[in-house]
C-alpha cells in the first residue's frame, strides 16, 4: 500500500502511514482520511513474533528496483565490491557510508563521500540516528530504513478499533473513607549518583595499537586502543592476556569455520583491531580497565598525526599522535597506521583542530 500523502509504502495491515501517521483508507469509494470499521485486532502468531526486531533497507530508487537488503550490526555501503551493500551507481564512492546498530538504534555515518550522504533530502554532517521510514539517498540511490515488527501493526490496528459502548449505569454517590490515623510521610529514597557515561555517545571506530611511555625516563610502555565516540577520546588498555586472549580466540573461531593455516594466521594478525569495541557502549568500554581513561572532546585543542623516524631500539619506521588538551601533551606511538583513515576518523569528532 502507498500512502496519499507522502507516497511511502508500507503493509496493508496498517491503518496508518508508519512514515507521516496519516490515516489510510482501504474503501476506495470512503473519503480520505475516513476509516472503514475494523474487527478487533488478533493476536499475531507465534512465526511473527519470531521476526520481531529485524530491520532492513529497500531500495525505492535506483537499480536493482525494490531490491531489500537485510540489517544486522554494522553495512558499508559503497561501489567496492567488498561492501556489505554494494551499489550499482556511478556517483556513490567506493565506501560511500556506514550503518551501524547502536544501544538498538542505528547510525548512519557518511565516510568521506566525493557527492554526500542524505537523509530526507538533508545531508549528513555528523554521525545521524535514523528512525523506521527514514529515507537514504546516496548519488541516483534511494534506501528506505523499515523495521519488521508484527507488535507495529497489532498497535495501529488497536487504535483504530472503536469498541461497542458499554450499557448506562448510573452513578453512585462516592462514599466517605473513615479517616485514616495520621502517619508521617516516609523519608525519600537517597540521591542515586549521577552516571559517568553521556546518554547520546556513540563510537565512530577505533585506532589500535597506540604506545604510551611514563614512569622514569618513559620505560614503562603500555599499549592502548582508542576509542573515538562523538563526545570523547577514550583510551582502552590493552594487557598483555588480553592480546593473547584475543589471538587465541580469533584462531579458534577461524579454525572452526574451515580455515586452513594461512587463514587462521590472518585472524590472528587482526585479533587486536579494536572492532570488539563497535559493539561496545562507551561506558563499558570505560569500565573495562583500571587504567582506561578519557579525554573530552570539547577539551582538546589540537591533534597532530605524523610519520616519525625508527627509534635506536627500532626496526621501522613509525607514526605518532600528539594530542594537546587545555592541561596536558599526550604522545602516542604507532607501529602500523593508515595516516588517512586515522585522519578521516578523528576529524568526524574533532573538525578542523586535527593536523
Known sequence: MQCQQCHFEFSDVLARCPRCGTA????????????PKMQPPVAPSY?????????RLRVVQGQPSQSIYSLSGTAVLGRQSDCTIVLNDTRASRQHARLQQQ??????TDLGSSNGTFVNEQRVTQPTILAAGDQIRIGDTVLALESIHPSI???VIQEAYVPPPAPFTPPQPPQQAPPAAYAPPPAPPPAMPAAPGISSEIVLGALPGAQHNSGFLGLKRQVFTC??????LIF?????????????????????QGGGFFNQWGAMFTANSGENYLQMAPQQILNEQPANFFVMNDQVKQVRLKMRPSAPDERSEGYEMQIRTNTEKLKFRFLTLNLSEARR???QALGKRVK
Open 236 to 256: 582502552a588498555h590493552q594487557t598483555s592476556q588480553m592480546q593473547r586472549e584475543n589471538i587465541r580466540a580469533a584462531k579458534e573461531a577461524a579454525k572452526q
Open 227 to 232: 576509542v573515538v565516540t562523538s563526545h570523547r
Open 153 to 155: 501493526a497489532a498497535t
Open 345 to 347: 576518523l578523528l576529524q
Open 24 to 35: 489510510v483508507s482501504t474503501n476506495a469509494n470512503a473519503p480520505w482520511g475516513k476509516l
Open 47 to 55: 512465526a511473527a513474533q519470531s521476526a520481531a526486531g529485524e530491520w
Open 103 to 108: 544501544n538498538g538504534r542505528w547510525v548512519l
